[in-house]
Structure formats: C-alpha cells, structure tokens
C-alpha cells in the first residue's frame, strides 16, 4: 500500500472511530452503517505502521482527505457526505497531536479497538504525590438522626440538543443521527420522529428541553450540578459558532429556569470541536481550548466566584464552597478520555489536574471539610494510569470524599471503589445518572439525589436518589407531556441505606437473584427495554458496577463465571465512547 493511502486510511480510522462510533452499550447500538467490524488487528497495525512513512513524505492534507474519503466509503464506515465531512473535520488537530505524539502502532490499536488487540497505554509509569500526612482513621459513615435537614441536588446530565431535531423525520435514516433536517421521511410502515422525541438514534429538540426545565421549575432544589454533553451526536459537522450556539442557548434556558438555585456545570466530552478534542494548557494558538473556556466563564459567570473562573479559564476545572462544611470539585475528565487525540502528545496527569485535586482535598481535610466531586466521564472509563492514580487518590481521602456523580454512559448505573490492599472493602461510589437525551433508544430522564443536609457534622453523603423520566410513548400522544418518577433507589432495591458497603451488598445481590437484576437492567435503560440480559452479558454488567479501577480484572476475580472476554471489553468500550 502506497504511504498516501496508509497517511489516509489512518486518519479515516481515527476520524470515524474517535468521532461516530459512540452508544452508550452494546445492548443500545443500532446498525449505524459503519462499524470497527471492518478493521482487524492486524490491518489497524499495518495502517499506523504506515503513517510515519506517510508523514514523512509530507503529503499535501486535502489530497491525502479526498483518498481518506474514498478508504472511509469502501470500508463501510459511513456515507460518503458523512466521511468527507468527518475527514475534513478532523484532520487538522488528529494530525498535528500525532505528529507531537510518539505513539507506536500496537498502542493506537490496542487504544482504538482493545487492549484484545494490544497495550494501548503509553504513559503507564506516571503517579501522584500525595501528601506525608497519614490517613486519618476510617470512620464508617451512620444515616442521620430523624428529622435532620436533606439537600435536594437537581443532577442533569447529556442534554444533546439537536437544532435541526424535525418531528415527523425519518427515525431510522442511514447517517449516524436521525430525526433531524437531511433525514428524509419515514418509510410507510415507520411512524415519523414524534413530537418530544424518539426511540432511536435521535436526540432531542429544544421544545423537550424547555418543558422539562419548565417542570422543574416549580420543584424546590438547593443545589444543581449539571455534567455537561450539551451539543447534538452531529459530531461530523459541528463547527466552533454551533457548540457555542448549543452552550449559550442551553445556558440561558437553565437560567430562566433554574437561575435563583445554586448552579455547578462541569464540561462534558462533546462542548468542543471536534469532538473529544480537549489539548492540555501547553498547547496554545487556534488548536488551544481557550475559545470554548473563555465561553464557559462568560456563560456561566454568575454561578461561579473568581478563582473558580480562574482555573475553568485555563483547563476547564474548579473548585468552589457549597455549603458550609462542604467543597465541590468539578474536574475536566476530558483529560483522562481514550478518545481525546491531544492526550497522545503527553497524558501525564494533563493540566496537573489530580496533583490539584489532591490539594484540594488535603485543605478540605485539613479544616474537616466535606467534598462533593463532579464530572463528565465515570473514572472506570478513563485511561488505565490516569484512574489507577484516581482510585489512589479516593482511597486515600475516602473520608473526606463524601460522593462522586458523572454521566456519560446515558444509562444508570454506578462505580464502587474499594480499600487498594484487599479490593474488598467499599470506601466510596460513583453515581452514574441517565441521560437527558433518547439517544440511543431511551426515554428522556433527569435525577434528584437526596444529600445528608447542611448542619454541623453532616456527612453530606447520598441518602436516596429519585429517577424521573418522560415516557415517550405516552408524551407523543400528548400535547402536555408529564415528567414521572420512575424509581427511588432504596425503595426499588429494598435497602435501609445506600452507603459504600450498601451498594457492594447490592451486587453481591445481583449475582445471587436474577430478578432483582433483570430489575435494574430495566432501570439501567430508564425504563425502555425488551431484552433479557443474560449470562455474559450480565457478568459484564455487574463487573462494570465494580470497576471504577480502568482495566483490573482483580475487581471481579472470584464471583463470575466463565465469561466472554469481548462481551466484557465491548461493553466497557461502548460505555466510554458517548
């Protein structure tokens, strides 16, 4: 193969595979009319093999983007305006992170298809420092006297608006995302896109949007934190003037809405373009991030004091006081994602931000401080060496750390952690909550965690959380669409508490009734799914809930049966890339 055709099919393979392969599980994909299927190992290698040679002989980028266009059609991986767009979308920054980047081929496959197909890791001898001071002794945590003040924390994640969103379109179109302007109509015996939305690979108008903020509205809340994902999954035609359209639009309707509560926005992995392009501070100029900070502190200015905007301007992370006695930290866990490209250059703690975190949660244990921590990516989706020191980190202050809350995955679900020296004891859990938006094939849905209050020795720790969601079924036959409470967590599981070691009884319980599982796979997907998950499918389901450490099968050792080892890998795959 020529090198042109190599530089190409390499920037084919990571234009598609970084940008349009995303879903939130296998179990939610639909056939997207393109597919990693198509590329084996050994190709993938043979590909980036090529590349340096390909870079070295200085091909012209728009010749190399027309060839990469035609690769990208006859492997199937999209339609040809899909590709084209893609390609011309990607090229620039992919190019330039990897000409900075001393990646080898075996690591970019191993990164792109699984560490099945190699180690994919570069950057795997990095740590944290953390502080001399010994861990104060651990001090399990008790529910609160009856009567004591609950904190009502409105949890909104995955927005995805899509502006062209058309009802009456065609909800099964061939591009990546449908239900919107260039979809065409439905076939006869199709319904068309309804309304407030659609069981397919759609997301959601902005009338959906508004009605549920509408119906917040009048709710009582003491505290927002919201994860960020507000673009549409277009992610091969975004320009800078559309995620800040998407941010600012967004942004001001959150505030209409819910602008007299305290709120906390984190950034998710689709605020930039392209998609999952998030360079550390180093790199400046036009391939910098400082387009889409400097927005967020002016969109967001009046939820957040000075320093907060300080370090959101320069890395998109803050920290801030909530309450008395309690911190929030909201991280950009865009620097530990496979899938930003920048990370290639250097992913040793990017932005220093977790040598930051640590400092943070040293002062906060210091003057006996409760932290709250925020973010978009679940840190058992992360690069291995990046969550390895974050799972340091959290065994270390698990004390101080009174919960974690992500998004991401579009469903629900959660992380345990557990004690470094025997994996056996739980110190901490990462709420996962579900998706604002359908996509893929979801109802829309929202959550309400209920936080030990604000009061002297609050552990401000998870008491309960509610899950809300807009049966789309129902809402599409409607002209007033009703918001209904789809389960509380202590009432659906049946527990007294919903601690650490709470929510490891839970999985142990998983494995031991079936129905109770099959309960939470329908909850996992808020309530709209007609498959049975079983055998592999659920050993990596419930492995998933006990890995908040990247790529340790020690977390599961001893408690599943024979399994599937791309069951496993393609679920945690399909979780990382939404």
């Given at each position: 193969?020529?090198?042109?055709?190599?530089?190409s099919?390499?920037?084919t393979?990571?234009?598609?595979g970084?940008g349009l392969?995303a879903?939130?599980s296998?179990?939610?994909?639909?056939?997207l009319?393109?597919s990693?299927?198509?590329?084996s190992?050994?190709?993938?290698?043979a590909?980036?093999?090529?590349?340096?040679i390909?870079?070295q002989l200085?091909?012209?980028?728009d010749?190399v983007?027309?060839?990469?266009?035609?690769?990208?059609v006859?492997?199937?991986?999209?339609p040809?305006?899909?590709c084209?767009q893609?390609?011309?979308l990607?090229?620039h920054?992919?190019?330039?992170?990897?000409?900075?980047?001393?990646?080898?081929?075996?690591?970019i496959c191993?990164?792109?298809?699984g560490i099945?197909?190699?180690?994919?890791?570069?950057?795997s001898?990095?740590n944290?420092?953390l502080p001399?001071?010994?861990?104060?002794?651990?001090?399990?945590?008790k529910?609160?006297q009856?009567g004591?003040?609950?904190?009502r924390v409105?949890?909104?994640?995955?927005?995805?608006?899509?502006k062209?969103?058309?009802p009456?379109?065609?909800?099964d179109?061939?591009?990546p995302l449908c239900?919107?302007?260039?979809?065409?109509?439905?076939?006869?015996?199709?319904?068309?896109?309804?309304k407030?939305?659609?069981?397919?690979?759609?997301?959601?108008?902005?009338?959906?949007?508004e009605?549920?903020?509408?119906?917040l509205?009048?709710?009582?809340?003491?505290?927002?934190?919201w994860?960020?994902?507000?673009?549409a999954h277009?992610?091969?035609?975004q320009?800078?003037?559309?995620?800040?359209?998407?941010?600012n639009t967004?942004t001001?309707l959150?505030?209409k809405?819910?602008?007299?509560?305290?709120i906390?926005?984190a950034?998710?992995?689709h605020e930039?373009t392209p998609?999952?392009s998030?360079?550390?501070?180093f790199?400046?100029?036009?391939e910098?991030?400082?387009?889409l900070?400097?927005?967020m502190?002016?969109?967001w200015k009046?939820?957040l004091?000075k320093?907060?905007q300080e370090?959101?301007?320069r890395a998109?992370f803050?920290?801030?006081k909530?309450?008395?006695?309690?911190?929030?930290?909201?991280?950009?866990?865009?620097?530990c994602?496979?899938?930003?490209?920048?990370?290639?250059?250097?992913s040793t703690?990017?932005?220093?931000?977790?040598?930051?975190?640590?400092?943070i949660?040293q002062?906060?244990?210091?003057n006996?401080?409760k932290v709250?921590i925020?973010g978009h990516?679940?840190?058992g989706?992360?690069?291995k060496v990046?969550?390895?020191?974050?799972?340091?980190?959290?065994?270390?202050?698990e004390?101080?750390?009174?919960?974690?809350?992500f998004g991401h995955?579009?469903?629900d679900?959660?992380?345990?952690?557990?004690d470094?020296?025997?994996?056996?004891r739980a110190v901490s859990v990462?709420?996962?909550?579900?998706s604002?938006?359908t996509y893929?094939?979801l109802?829309p849905?929202?959550r309400?965690y209920?936080i030990d209050?604000?009061?002297?020795?609050?552990?401000h720790?998870?008491l309960?959380?509610e899950t809300?969601i807009l049966n789309?079924?129902e809402?599409?036959?409607?002209?007033?669409?009703k918001?209904v409470?789809?389960?509380?967590l202590?009432?659906?599981?049946r527990?007294?508490?919903?601690?650490p070691?709470?929510m490891?009884?839970?999985?142990s319980?998983?494995?031991?009734?079936?129905?109770?599982?099959?309960?939470?796979?329908?909850?996992y997907?808020?309530?709209?799914t007609?498959?049975?998950c079983k055998?592999a499918?659920?050993?990596?389901?419930?492995?998933?809930?006990?890995?908040?450490?990247?790529?340790?099968?020690a977390l599961c050792?001893?408690f599943?049966?024979?399994?599937?080892?791309?069951e496993t890998q393609?679920?945690?795959?399909?979780?990382?890339?939404?």
């Open positions: 193969m020529a090198a042109g055709t190599f530089f099919v390499s920037l393979v990571w234009a598609l970084t392969s879903a939130p296998p179990a939610l994909t639909p056939e009319g393109l990693w299927k198509n590329i190992c050994a190709t993938c290698r590909i980036f093999t090529g590349l340096d390909a870079l200085n091909n012209n980028l010749e983007a027309v060839l990469a266009s035609e690769v990208c006859r492997l199937k991986l999209a040809r305006d899909i084209e893609a390609i011309a990607f090229k920054d992919m190019i330039t992170a990897w000409i900075n980047s001393i990646l080898k081929p075996s690591e191993g990164l792109m298809l099945y197909c190699g180690h994919w890791d570069i950057y001898d990095w944290v420092t001399d001071k010994p861990k104060p002794p651990v001090i399990p945590p529910p609160p009856p004591a003040p609950i904190t409105l949890f909104l994640t995955d927005v995805h608006w899509d062209d969103y058309i009456g379109s065609n909800p179109c061939r591009d239900c919107r302007k260039g979809s065409g109509l439905p076939p006869k015996h199709r319904k068309g896109a309804g407030w939305g659609e069981y397919s690979k759609c997301d959601l108008p902005l009338s959906t949007i009605n549920m903020l509408q119906h509205q009048s709710r009582h809340f003491d505290l927002v934190y994860t960020g994902d507000i673009p277009n992610v091969w035609h320009t800078r003037k559309d995620q800040l359209l998407a941010l967004i001001a959150v505030w809405h819910l602008g007299k509560v305290p906390f926005p950034v998710g992995n930039s998609v999952n998030f360079p550390p501070p790199i400046h100029g036009n910098s991030s400082a387009w900070y400097d927005a502190v002016e969109a009046d939820w004091p320093e907060a370090t959101l301007r998109g803050y920290t801030v909530v309450q008395p006695g309690l911190r929030l930290v909201a991280l950009n866990m865009n620097f994602s496979h899938e930003n490209f920048w990370l290639l250059v250097n703690d990017p932005a220093g931000q977790l040598q930051w975190l640590i400092n949660l002062d906060a244990e210091n006996g401080d709250h925020i990516i679940p840190p989706l992360c690069m990046w969550s390895w020191n974050y799972y340091r980190i959290v065994n270390r202050y004390g101080t750390i009174a919960a974690q809350f995955t579009h469903v679900e959660f992380e345990v952690f557990y470094e020296e025997t994996l056996s990462a709420f996962i909550a579900p604002v938006t893929i094939n109802n849905g929202f309400i209920l209050g604000n009061y002297s020795e609050s552990s720790s998870v309960d959380h809300y789309l079924t809402a599409n036959e409607s002209v007033n669409p918001w409470l789809l389960y509380r202590r009432e659906a599981y527990m007294e508490t919903v601690f070691a709470d490891d009884n839970l999985i319980l998983f494995l031991r009734d079936d129905g109770l599982f099959q309960r939470y796979w329908f909850l997907h808020k309530g709209h007609a498959q049975v055998e499918c659920k050993t990596a389901t419930i492995c998933a809930l006990r890995t908040g450490r990247a790529d340790d099968p050792k001893g599943h049966k024979v399994v599937m080892f791309r393609n679920l945690w795959r399909g979780r990382r890339m939404c």
